[in-house]
C-alpha cells in the first residue's frame, strides 16, 4: 500500500506557473505507475500527465508543452510544473499510483483512466483567474 498527500495549490493569475508535489509513503517500491489528474467542478476527472517506473512520460493534449510531471529517484515524491496557465487549468488536482498486477494489456492511453489506478490523494485546489 502507499499513502499519497498532494501540495501546492494555490490561486494564480492567467499565464503563471505552480508546482504541485505529492509525498508518497508506505511500500513506494511497489509502484508501477503514477499520474496526475484533475477534476473541474461539473466535470469528470481526467488525467493530464502519466510516468512510468523508468521516467517516461506522457501528456494530455490539453497541457502539452505547458506541464511537466516528475518523480524522485526513490519514488516518494511526485511532481508536476504547470506553466502558462489559464482559466481552464482550474480544477483540483489528484495524484495516483497504480501498484500490484496490472494487464499485460496495459497502454498508455489506459494510463489517463481513473480506473486504472488503485491509491489516490485527497486533492490539492489550483485556481487560474483571467
Known amino acids: 500500500q502507499v499513502q499519497l498527500v498532494e501540495s501546492g495549490g494555490d490561486s494564480v493569475q492567467s499565464g503563471g506557473s505552480l508546482r504541485l508535489s505529492c509525498a508518497a509513503s508506505?511500500?513506494?517500491?511497489?509502484?508501477?505507475?503514477m499520474a496526475w489528474f484533475r477534476q473541474a467542478p461539473g466535470k469528470e476527472r481526467e488525467g493530464v500527465a502519466a510516468?512510468?517506473?523508468?521516467?517516461?512520460?506522457r501528456y494530455a493534449d490539453s497541457v502539452k508543452g505547458r506541464f511537466t510531471i516528475s518523480q524522485d529517484n526513490a519514488k516518494t515524491t511526485l511532481w508536476l510544473q504547470m506553466n502558462n496557465l489559464t482559466p481552464e487549468d482550474t480544477a483540483i488536482y489528484y495524484c495516483?499510483?497504480?501498484?500490484?498486477?496490472?494487464?499485460?494489456?496495459?497502454?498508455?492511453?489506459?494510463?489517463?483512466?481513473?480506473?486504472?489506478?488503485?491509491?489516490w490523494g485527497q486533492g490539492t485546489q489550483v485556481t487560474v483567474s483571467s
Open positions: 495516483a499510483a497504480l501498484q500490484g498486477h496490472y494487464s499485460s494489456d496495459l497502454r498508455w492511453p489506459h494510463l489517463f483512466l481513473r480506473d486504472t489506478y488503485n491509491y
Open positions: 510516468i512510468d517506473s523508468s521516467d517516461n512520460t
Open positions: 508506505g511500500n513506494t517500491a511497489a509502484t508501477h505507475f
